[in-house]
Structure formats: structure tokens, C-alpha cells
């Protein structure tokens, strides 16, 4: 049975020629890809010679089932975020990583101190923190724009339409968030029945005005578009839009929700050894640093920290940006991926079946 | 042929070295048949190995899933020797032994979201208690129940037991939006989560409206392409096959960029002063899109059907109707109509089927109310990884077509079909 099927999707899967050694990363495609390839690929080959390409998807955990279970893995490192990573290592999809391997930091303190807490696990690595908040078009609102997550729920002091990632995920929290539950106690309300019906009255203030959107570059589109007023984004998308393009984007960090972004290596992959190596090279000090010039997503090193500098333009301070800066913090919420790969499937369903009525 | 031999013994025709004729001929023709099996062969294995074989496993998919039963090894003994009996020492023995084994063999995820997928929300029980299952001691059931009183359900074990057999029809039962009560037994999803009739039903009536959308504006051009002289036919011909020489992605995308919000069509009607500035239509995002958008796109296939049947419709029936005193209408009606019927089926079966598959188009342009069947089958399969559901909903979705099929084929008849 398992060989037809290797035969069988073989015949109708990628055709990929391996060299010898070469490391295929797959990422989130636009900005964050290109500020990836210019902080790990580009450096990565010049020092060690291994050719590194870079592949784009919408959610990299979601082929990697698909490529695992066909036994066709054509990736070597995936980037994906940190609940996918737990829940497809505990099914046995990602090769286990061995923390050793990563060298201290670069100020000398060792790698299990240097990274957050939770940034290594037992089959991947954290890069960055990255957040969804939500940004607003100051074009829209000449007279002051939104300030908290209540206000994104408005639609009579703050009108227009609204643009929201399609799940669960990150939408609920905000809908509670913005509901006036403290961040602390976001989670406990959620694992109550009561608490996700409350979450769904608050979408529902909002569900007609709706754009749901499912890639990154999305919201940064449909906000230059004018086809939404304000827009649930990943922070480092909306930087680049409004920084790096000029777009007149504010962001509003009150009830942002964090979350890890790691690197982890499918089961299987044709280049294993290099791919780790990748890996360790990656998460170095300056190179964790180094990514946070091209987007604005912090670092998952406490000593990458202090190198972070100036915005590649040479102009821009990134440190307002950075979803972990203190001044961005106030309201913040850290994703639960416990929570997350417990309920993931029940609540997308719900929500799913929510949309549709 | 040799002629036959009329004057033989009996009144039997023969050949010339005297095999009946029925007999040669029968031979003839089976060599041909033969002759023609081989011919097609390649084309059948290719299809039976690139279509088929991937297609049937995935569907199997639909009716098996061994992440429990493959896993949990002891339990099932314990389940086919105790049937539905309450579970007991044993039982709970057999639990956390396997348990053990599975936390050794990083299996215990694929356990807890099998039975995840009928209980929502146990995956953790199954994956906590895995860690802590190989320091466990007898006796297991007061262990077991201690880590956390959940193991106790009555529909935790029925589920257990269901998910401990590979072939189930639990995932028939979820795409109908049913699900395991309390008690054990199936019954109706709660309210608030029932998606997947709702959702047929929408896809085969936007399929249907679509379709009929394509007919209504498929046949002038048709005719006036199978009418007009050749030189005009060719330049509209070309027309009608360019959306072809585009990608489907570029045209739904300039579909985007004509029907938003603040797209080329709402400004044009602002600038015109039909529509005020704040009561822009809105139809992208919703089922007007996906409609509007997707019968752009099967337009070409409901053309060119009823091209090819039109092309072979000799003008002197309808002369020869007007000459007899009949008005436009009853010309076309009684004369033209009827004849043009097997194209209409052609093109109509051919935009019906391609509709109720479609994906891409529904899932830019369709926003939340104008996704269709497809867009489920396509998240099950790629986000929430649950494939043997999206198995079960695609088996569902083959069925109902091969059923319109079948039915068309009684009411139209697949050989009155027409392509040309």
C-alpha cells in the first residue's frame, strides 16, 4: 500500500533534481522572504558554498504532511510558526533538533540562557517573534484613527470595512481582547464554551464589513487598494509597506498577539546535515540581528537584542517597530500553542461554519 | 474475403477453406477489437497509473484511517474480546501500555488527533498522559483516572472503540455533519457547526445558475458564429478562444481589479452619479462575484459545444418552417431549438461539472458567502490536515456527480451527446 502510493504520487509529484549539497528553505514569500534571504541564504552560501534556494508558500506547515507522509520531501528547512511546530513534531513529521549544536551567543552566554524561554524545542528553533496586530489607512480617519483592539471592533466611531486573516487563530483573542478581557485572561475564557460564544458575538459586530484574507501581502494590498480602512496584518508586512514604500499605514499595537516563528526540517529531507547546519547558522547573534534591518521582527536571541540597529535605508530606527519593544507591550498577548493544538480543528470548524451563516 | 461458398453441403454460408462465415467473421472482428485494445493500452495505463490508482487511494482515505487502530494495539485486543462492556482494570491497562508505546514511538499525537477528530479538544489528554504513562503502575484505572478524570467518558470510549477498527464511516457521518453525542451514539452536529449540506447545497446551486448564465449567454454568440461568413466567424472565433491563451489566475485577478469596492465598475457608475460615493455595489467578496467571475470563464466551454452542433444545422429547415407560415418564435422553438439540444447538453454538462469542482476563482473572488464545496476539501486538506474528511467530502462530491451523470444520461442520453 505505502509503495503504490510513493510510486503513484511520485509519478504525478515534483520532479527535483538534488545536487549535491544544497539547502531549499521554504517561507512566507514577500517581505519576510526577502529579508530571509538577504539575512540567512545570501550570508549562508558565502560563507560555507552551499547553494541555498528559497521557496515561497502561504503556510509552510501545511505541505509538509503531504510531503512526509508521500515520502517526496523536496524541502530541507521549513519556516513555520511555533503551535505547527510543536504539533507536527509531537506526529512525528520533523526531524528532532540537538540543541547543543547551537553556539552561544555572541556576547558568550550559552544558548539555552541567550535564547527566550520556549525558543527551543525538541525540533526546531526560533527565529523571530512576529506578531498579528492590526494596522489602519491614516488616509481614512483625518480626525485621529483607532487606538485599542475595542476600537478595530467600532463601527460607528471608526467606519469602513474591516480585513481579517481567515481562522481562528489570533481572531479570536482579539475578539476578546476587544471585549475588554484583560491579555492575562484571554486564554482561560477561551477554553469556556461562554467564552467562545463571546468571542463570536464580538465577530459578529463586525462580520458584514469583512475582507478575510489568507497570504501575507494580502492586507498591505487590500489596505493600498482602499479596499479596507483597517486590517489585521503581520506587523513586519505592514513595516515594510508603510517604511519601505512610503504607505500612510499606522499600526496599533493595544492587544497585539506574539508568537514565535521557527525553523525546523521535515522528516526525510534530502539534506539533512546541511539543513541543520543551515539552521545553526541562522540563529546566530548577528544574523538574527542582521534579519531585523530588512523587517521588522525581533529577534528570539536576547543578545542579537543590542545589535539591532537602524533600518536598512540607514534612516529608520527599528526599535518602535519590533513587536517586543516595550513600549509595544501593553497590551499583549503571547499565542498559547498548547491551547492552540488542542483546539485548532474544532474551533476552524466552528469558524468556518460561522462564515458560512 | 473469399466469396462464400453457396452451393455447401448444408445451408451453411462458408469461406473458402471452410470455416463458417459467421465463425470467420466472428474471428475478424475479435482480432480487430484486439488489434484496437493494444492500440489504446498505453492511454489506459497511463490513466489507470497517473489518475486512477492516486485518485482511489485518496478516496479509500475516506473509509480507513489507521492512526488509532495501528497504534493502540493492546486496546483493540481489549475491544474485540469486551465488545461495548464498561472498561475495566484491563482496559485501562491496555491503555496505558500502549500509551507508553506511543509516547516512545512519537506517535501519541497522531493518536489524540484521531480522536480529536470526533471529540474535539482530547487531543492533549491523549499526549499528556503519554508522557507520564510509561512511569505508570498498577492499578491503571485509579492511575489513569487521577491524571485526569476525563478518561472516564463514556463517549471518549466509544469513540476509542470506533477509531480502534480502520475501516469506520465516522468521516461519511462528519461530512453530513454528524457527530458522536454524549452517550455514544450519532447524532446531528450542534447548530453552529453544520457546514457541509448547507455548503453541497450552495455549490450546486451557484453551479446551476452559473451554468444556466453560461447557456443564456453562450447561444446568440454560438449562432452567430455558426451563421456569419466564414472571414467574421474566424476574427470571432479567435476572440472567443483568447481568454484561453491567458492564465485563469490573471483573469480572475482582473475580475478583482473591475469589481471592487474601489474598483474600475464602481467608480465608472460614481463618476456617472448612478451610485453615491458610500453606496458602492459590492460584488466582489461575496456569491456575486464568484458568479460573475466564473461564468467568464466557462463561457468558452459553453460556446464551443454549441458551435459544433449549430455548425451542422441546415438553414433550409428553418426557411422552410418560415415559408410554412410559422412566426420567429415558433421557428425557433419548434425548429431550431430541438435540434441544437445535443450541444446544449454537451456544453451544459461539460460547464456543470467544471463549476461544482471549482476552486481557485470561488476562493479570490468568493470573500465568505461565495465559497463552494471545493474550498473545504481543499482546507481539510491542506490546513487542518484532516484528509480522510476531505477524502470523505470529495467521495461524496464524485457521487453526486456521477448520479447527475447517470440521470443525464437517461433523460439526454450520452450518445446524443455532441463535442462537433
Known amino acids: ?92 513529521l520533523l526531524e528532532t533538533f ?49 487606538k485599542t483592539m475595542a476600537d478595530f471592533f467600532n463601527m460607528e466611531a471608526f467606519p469602513g470595512k474591516r480585513g481579517m486573516r481567515k481562522g481562528a487563530k489570533a481572531n479570536l483573542e482579539m475578539a476578546l481582547m476587544g471585549d475588554g478581557v484583560p491579555a492575562a485572561e484571554v486564554y482561560t475564557v477561551l477554553a469556556t464554551d461562554e467564552g ?3 468571542a463570536f458575538a464580538m465577530l459578529d459586530k463586525i462580520k458584514t464589513d469583512t475582507v478575510w484574507w489568507e497570504a501575507g501581502a494580502q492586507p498591505p494590498q487590500l489596505l493600498a487598494d482602499g479596499e479596507v480602512a483597517m486590517s489585521t496584518a503581520y506587523n513586519g508586512r505592514i513595516f515594510a509597506a508603510a517604511v519601505a514604500e512610503g504607505k500612510p499605514f499606522e499600526s496599533v ?11 525546523a526540517v521535515p522528516k526525510g529531507a534530502k539534506n539533512k546535515d546541511a539543513a541543520m547546519q543551515f539552521i545553526v547558522f541562522a540563529t546566530g547573534t548577528q544574523r538574527l540581528a542582521d534579519q531585523a534591518k530588512y523587517i521588522a521582527y525581533g529577534p528570539a536571541r536576547k543578545s542579537s537584542g543590542p545589535l539591532v540597529g537602524l533600518y536598512e535605508d540607514g534612516k529608520t530606527e527599528m526599535a518602535p517597530y519590533m513587536p517586543t519593544d516595550a513600549a509595544n507591550l501593553n497590551n499583549a498577548l503571547a499565542s498559547d500553542f498548547e491551547f492552540w493544538a488542542d483546539r485548532d480543528t474544532q474551533l476552524n470548524e466552528r469558524f468556518n461554519s460561522w462564515l458560512l451563516n | 474475403m473469399a466469396s462464400p461458398d453457396i452451393s455447401a453441403e448444408n445451408d451453411v454460408l462458408r469461406t473458402v477453406d471452410g470455416t463458417p462465415l459467421k465463425t470467420a467473421l466472428a474471428i475478424a472482428s475479435r482480432r480487430a477489437r484486439i488489434r484496437a485494445f493494444f492500440l489504446v493500452l498505453p492511454l489506459l495505463i497511463f490513466i489507470l497509473l497517473t489518475f486512477a490508482v492516486p485518485i482511489g487511494q485518496m478516496l479509500s482515505r475516506s473509509f480507513t484511517d489507521d492512526k488509532f487502530s495501528a497504534n493502540m494495539v493492546e486496546l483493540g485486543k481489549w475491544f474485540d474480546a469486551n465488545g461495548k462492556a464498561v472498561p475495566d482494570e484491563a482496559a485501562y491497562a491496555a491503555l496505558a501500555a500502549d500509551l507508553a508505546t506511543a509516547s516512545k514511538d512519537r506517535s501519541a499525537g497522531n493518536v489524540g488527533t484521531r480522536i480529536n477528530y470526533e471529540l474535539p479538544g482530547t487531543r492533549s489528554l491523549f499526549t499528556s498522559a503519554a508522557r507520564k504513562a510509561e512511569k505508570m503502575e498498577a492499578p491503571f484505572k485509579e492511575g489513569m483516572l487521577a491524571l485526569d478524570p476525563q478518561w472516564a467518558r463514556p463517549d471518549l470510549w466509544a469513540a476509542m472503540r470506533s477509531a480502534s477498527a480502520a475501516a469506520t464511516m465516522n468521516f461519511y457521518q462528519a461530512a453530513l455533519d454528524r457527530q458522536i453525542g454524549a452517550d455514544g451514539n450519532f447524532e446531528a452536529a450542534p447548530e453552529n457547526t453544520q457546514i457541509y449540506v448547507k455548503l453541497f447545497i450552495r455549490t450546486f446551486v451557484m453551479s446551476i445558475v452559473i451554468t444556466g448564465l453560461c447557456l443564456l449567454l453562450g447561444f446568440p454568440i454560438a449562432h452567430l458564429l455558426a451563421v456569419l461568413p466564414l472571414r467574421h466567424a474566424s476574427l470571432l472565433m479567435i476572440l472567443v478562444l483568447l481568454p484561453f491563451w491567458t492564465s485563469l489566475l490573471v483573469r480572475t485577478t482582473s475580475w478583482m481589479v473591475l469589481l471592487q469596492s474601489q474598483g474600475v465598475i464602481n467608480d465608472l457608475l460614481v463618476w456617472m452619479n448612478i451610485v453615491g460615493d458610500d453606496g458602492r455595489l459590492q460584488m466582489m467578496y461575496n456569491q456575486t462575484g464568484t458568479i460573475i467571475a466564473m461564468t467568464h470563464i466557462l463561457l468558452p466551454f459553453m460556446i464551443l459545444p454549441l458551435y459544433s452542433v449549430m455548425k451542422t444545422i441546415p438553414p433550409a429547415y428553418a426557411r422552410a418552417a418560415r415559408s410554412l407560415g410559422a412566426t420567429s418564435w415558433t421557428t425557433f422553438r419548434r425548429i431550431y431549438l430541438p435540434q441544437t439540444v445535443s450541444g446544449i447538453g454537451a456544453g451544459g454538462i461539460l460547464c456543470f461539472i467544471l463549476a461544482v469542482g471549482y476552486y481557485i476563482t470561488p476562493a479570490l473572488v468568493g470573500g465568505a458567502d461565495g465559497t463552494l464545496i471545493s474550498n473545504q476539501i481543499a482546507f481539510h486538506m491542506q490546513k487542518s490536515l484532516n484528509w480522510s474528511l476531505a477524502a470523505a467530502l470529495a467521495a461524496m462530491l464524485l457521487a453526486s456527480v456521477l448520479i447527475l451523470y447517470w440521470a443525464y444520461d437517461r433523460i439526454i442520453g450520452i450518445d446524443n451527446m455532441k463535442l462537433g
Not at chain 1, 45 to 52: F, H, L, Y
Open chain 1, 1 to 92: 500500500m505505502k509503495k503504490l502510493l510513493i510510486l503513484s504520487t511520485a509519478l504525478s509529484g515534483f520532479a527535483f533534481a538534488a545536487s549535491a549539497q544544497e539547502v531549499v528553505v521554504m517561507s512566507w514569500g514577500g517581505a519576510y522572504g526577502k529579508s530571509q534571504n538577504e539575512a540567512y541564504l545570501k550570508p549562508f552560501t558565502a560563507e560555507t558554498g552551499i547553494k541555498t534556494t528559497m521557496v515561497d508558500s502561504d503556510n509552510p506547515a501545511t505541505p509538509v504532511k503531504a510531503m512526509v507522509e508521500a515520502n517526496n520531501v523536496t524541502v530541507d528547512v521549513v519556516d513555520i510558526e511555533y503551535a505547527d511546530a510543536i504539533r507536527l513534531c509531537d506526529e512525528g
Open chain 1, 98 to 146: 540537538d540543541a547543543t549544536m547551537l553556539p552561544a551567543g555572541d556576547d558568550g552566554t550559552p544558548a539555552m540562557d541567550d535564547f527566550l524561554p520556549g525558543a527551543v524545542t525538541d525540533c526546531s528553533v526560533a527565529t523571530i517573534v512576529f506578531s498579528t496586530m492590526y494596522a489602519y489607512d491614516t488616509t481614512k480617519f483625518p480626525n485621529g484613527g483607532p
Open chain 1, 196 to 198: 467562545v460564544d463571546r
Open chain 1, 253 to 263: 499595537w493595544d492587544g497585539q498577539v506574539y508568537e514565535y516563528d521557527v525553523l
